[in-house]
């Protein structure tokens, strides 16, 4: 007799669990959210061993049904949860034992927590990561057409955050289309290698019974079985890889929601943000302040913190499974909460963004942003580059001191900076000449974007 009948482990004990040890060692607090996956485990399970004879049909039976009970009586918020029972595997499995009786404790023949909670984070993580991948292709699509209506508006682009060259707006989202489309695809390539069955590999090195391995893998939908099972119960690498496609999607929005910061600010006022999407001050009654993209830029901050504990949580650990394991729970559920809230909240943002083109058409006159066109110019009517380059900064260096644009100055004037600056010359240096001009693949000409938003439509179907 245990001297602690609450736990299923307790024969070997004479004295109970320290109660500050349940509560330190205790993960239900978080596991519990495996309920489904654990659950659909283990009738998988259930139904292998009734398969080998192990269980008859009536106690697979009893089992199903009593699993099948459990998951409604959770998912209608009725279920107990209990520290004493550790975590979420022993949580369902006592309460089914408690239901439904011997056949109950006959559900954990051939398995061990360690190839169950390896197979739950498993199918836990695979659902994330299908949702993911279809959350960030539903922001693309919105991307592509909002590049699509906005390829002929122009903008400046920077560089140093300094204005380098005209651009347009349609090319700049086409950029953050790009950066999704490679997480998108980082995301759907860890599939292959986060669908594989640990179920088996028991405590570390198999079972004696004669399982079917293959038959739990296909109920649960994974494409194959791990192929060693000390590797199966320890490796944690799909929840790394996930943290880290997360930490890289985070690192994109929070990139993109920078730019909306500049972008909402009084110098710039490129774009307006929605109402619903902004927030107010308590003191100062004017404010409409991008708090969401704050948000997202600073959580950003737990994506890739989430990322280096899982790496410093594995790097010292012996195979096969340690308790340490368990740790890797919090930061895997935050990366994924983390990333699919601000991938829903940004792509509502941007859907209901309104473009300021006036404002973005008179911003990239300043700055002197076509000077490289006119540099361009001058080598066409054969001036080495070097020589024009110095010729465009004296006329740069005259415009700031008399306080003008280069789009300002009449043909009259340039032909004196230099000979071959003719009336042509003038033509360049409008944003909308110098976009045209870059018409090639991945440039930013109107036309490029729309035939960029052709492939990417393309490649999104
Ligand atoms: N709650 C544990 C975890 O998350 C389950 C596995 C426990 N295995 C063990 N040998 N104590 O890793």
Known sequence: MSSDSTKLWGGRFTQPTDSGVEQFSASVSFDWRLYRHDIAGSIAHARMLNGIGILSDAEFDAIHAGLKRILAEIEAGEFEWSNQLEDVHMNIE????????????????????NDQVATDLRLYTRDALD?????????????????EKEADTIMPGYTHLQIAQPITLGHHLMAWFEMLDRDRQRFRDARARINLSPLGAAALAGTSFPIDREATADELAFDGVMRNSLDAVSDRDFA???AAHAALVMVHLARIGEE???????????????????TGS????????PDVAELVRGKSARAIGNLNTLLVLMKAQPLAYNRDNQEDKEALFDSIDTVTASVTIMHAMIQNMQPNRERMR?????????????????????????????VV??????????????????????????????????????????VAVRNHIGGTAPQQVRRAVIEARQRLS
């Open 260 to 278: 909306l910061v500049l972008w909402t600010s009084d110098g710039w006022r490129f774009v307006n943000l929605a109402d619903g999407f902004t």
């Open 131 to 147: 949702r993911m991948v279809d959350q960030l292709k539903a922001f693309q699509l919105t991307l592509i057409d909002l590049a």
């Open 362 to 390: 008179e911003a990239a006159s300043g700055g002197f942003s076509t000077a490289t066109d006119l540099a361009d110019y001058l080598v066409t009517q054969n001036v080495p580059f070097r020589d024009a380059h110095a």
């Open 240 to 242: 790394l890889e996930f």
């Open 393 to 434: 900064g004296e006329i740069v260096r005259s415009c700031i001191d008399s306080n003008r644009t280069l789009e300002s100055l009449g043909a009259a004037e340039l032909k004196g900076f230099h000979a071959a600056l003719d009336e042509k010359a003038q033509h360049v240096l409008k944003p909308e000449g110098s």
């Open 282 to 289: 308590s003191i100062m009654p004017q404010k409409k302040n």
């Open 94 to 113: 006592k309460r089914l034992t408690d239901d439904i009786g011997e056949a109950g404790k006959k559900l954990h023949t051939a398995r061990s927590r």
